[in-house]
């Protein structure tokens, strides 16, 4: 799935999370729009894939689900 149909998705249910991801061209630009919305980013992991591919696990910050970026 495409970075594009995972915002699409995620704007169904989460839109103004979705609008600010949506926004971000890196990583760094990602953690800090979170970070703006009370992410709790000290809680976050990281899952490596592969060698090339990691996804980067954050709580939401009632802490009852998380959302997961993809980082190759």
């Known amino acids: 799935m495409a970075f594009n149909d995972d915002v699409h998705v995620l704007s169904i249910r989460y839109p103004s999370l ?6 971000c061209v890196n990583l760094d630009k ?10 709790p ?6 899952i490596a ?4 591919s990691h996804d980067v ?5 009632d802490n009852q689900a998380f959302i997961v970026i993809g980082a190759t």
């Open 18 to 23: 979705a609008k600010g991801l949506g926004q």
């Open 57 to 61: 696990c954050v709580p939401f910050p």
């Open 49 to 52: 894939q592969d060698e090339f």
């Open 30 to 39: 990602a953690f800090r729009f979170l970070e703006s919305e009370n992410f």
């Open 41 to 46: 980013l000290a809680q976050m992991d990281v």
